[in-house]
């Protein structure tokens, strides 16, 4: 679950319908939910808003008690089969490892789905190159050019 921190409802529109049309587009771009607290900050009257489009909305609360709202696309909303229903709920897979469960599908030949999980992007370190600079200490490079000011206390 990813919330979005920065927010930019439009200024012209502060509307519930540009509520709405901000967490479907976070939902198709895939950039996750919006947190309450920001919208509430960015649009007056927020909480009318929200309720008002409950039925579009979802509500996380998440373990900082901060709630995050995201979009409830109702053209994925699917309908399945009562008994099929009945038929997963009664399966017990308590106790029974993965690995187990993995097995049992292979051998009715079904393949399990493996979970990959979010992969780390590494950032690229910058090799330090083995530079070696010599550079002229106390301007020797320029013996012939420098003349000295000093007047001789001497005479």
């Known amino acids: 679950m990813v919330a979005s921190s920065n927010l930019n ?3 012209t529109s502060r509307t519930k319908k540009s509520l709405l049309r901000l967490l479907d587009k976070h939902n198709l771009r895939g950039w996750g939910g919006i947190l309450q607290d920001d919208i509430e900050e960015s649009l007056p009257h927020a909480h009318k808003h929200i309720k008002n489009l409950a039925d579009n909305i979802t509500k996380i609360t998440r373990p900082d008690k901060k709630i995050v709202l995201f979009y409830n696309d109702t053209s994925c909303n699917v309908n399945v089969d009562e008994e099929f229903q009945k038929m997963w709920r009664s399966v017990s897979v308590e106790g029974v ?25 590494m950032p690229k370190l910058k090799k330090k190159g083995n530079r070696k600079t010599t550079f002229k200490k106390l301007n020797d490079h320029l013996t012939g050019v420098l003349e000295d000011y000093v007047p001789d206390l001497k005479k």
């Open 9 to 11: 409802l439009n200024t």
């Open 97 to 121: 490892d993965e690995r187990k469960i993995e097995e049992y599908l292979e051998k009715q030949g079904i393949q399990s789905m493996q979970d990959l999980g979010s992969k780390k992007v």
